[in-house]
């Protein structure tokens, strides 16, 4: 129970950091993006002190031999740079330039009632459960 | 408050929050693993702590975004927030994360597959920006 408490907590953390950082606003994260033209520069920033902050904490939080409320660190295990992992974020990348969401804001603009990511994350689940589906024939 | 400085403590809280879920859950805050992965876990425990996430995430989320007045919409029509969506979801699962997963919690612990997968998301977002804004003069 408490370990829902935390998730519920953290998601929450999270999406009040992502609106207060203006990463839910398309328009901000296209303008970093658009580094040839009417460049925007405050999301460095945000991915700045997002990472500044993990890196540091990580460093602290995976010193211990386990999580305070469970029996271990689930990490991601694979370490070689494969084509999957190129190829996926390479895509993911180019629907991040066409319209300015990714995951997570998109979640959150759907919750702020924005139409756009109404109409973005329907198809964004829709594509997750095509690969899941076309990597189980595969 | 200064916009940079706005933008760093929205960062902060970013990782606050990645942090917060590894240090006592053990967990990834990785939000295109934790959205696919309910769909496809029928084990309890696995499954409802996501739904929490989201919960969270999404009502908080929404809720600051009200608080703040912010409502501005994608400059993409229809069809390209369509086809947008179904790249970002199907790359995402392809590759293993996004901007949560690979940047921010993949970074944050020196993994060289994320370092990877972020210099080429971000790359080939720059390089799709550029095509549709100066190449073709769309409004994306």
């Known amino acids: 129970m408490i370990r829902l408490l935390v998730a519920l907590l953290s998601g929450a953390l999270f999406g009040v950091g992502l609106a207060v950082s203006q990463m839910t606003d398309p328009t901000v994260v296209l303008g970093f993006l658009d580094m040839f033209g009417d460049f925007n520069l405050a999301l460095a920033f945000v991915l700045g002190g997002a990472v500044g902050t993990t890196t540091v904490a990580f460093h602290f939080v995976l010193k211990r031999s386990k999580p305070v409320f469970a029996d271990l660190f689930q990490i991601p295990t694979a370490c070689t740079v494969d084509r999957p992992l190129v190829i996926g974020a390479a895509i993911f990348g180019v629907g991040w330039g066409l319209s300015g969401y990714c995951p997570g804001p998109a979640l959150v603009g759907v919750a702020g009632g924005v139409q756009t990511a109404m109409i973005f994350l329907p198809a964004m689940l829709a594509g997750g459960l095509a690969h899941r589906l076309w990597r189980l024939r595969g | ?140």
């Open chain 2, 1 to 140: 408050m200064n916009v940079w400085l706005v933008a760093l403590l929205g960062g902060v809280l970013i990782g606050l929050s990645s942090a917060a879920l590894l240090l006592f859950n053990g967990r990834i805050a990785g939000i295109s693993g934790i959205v696919y992965s309910l769909v496809k876990r029928p084990d309890w425990s696995e499954w409802a702590w996501r739904i929490a996430f989201v919960i969270g995430l999404m009502g908080a989320g929404g809720a600051t975004m009200h608080w703040l007045g912010q409502s501005t919409p994608s400059p993409a029509g229809t069809p390209t927030l369509l086809l947008a969506g179904l790249l970002v979801g199907f790359g995402t699962s392809m590759g293993s994360g996004c901007t949560s997963g690979h940047g921010v919690c993949g970074l944050g612990r020196l993994s060289k597959r994320s370092l990877v997968a972020v210099l080429t998301f971000m790359t080939a977002a720059i390089i799709t920006v550029y095509v549709v804004r100066h190449l073709l003069g769309g409004a994306a």
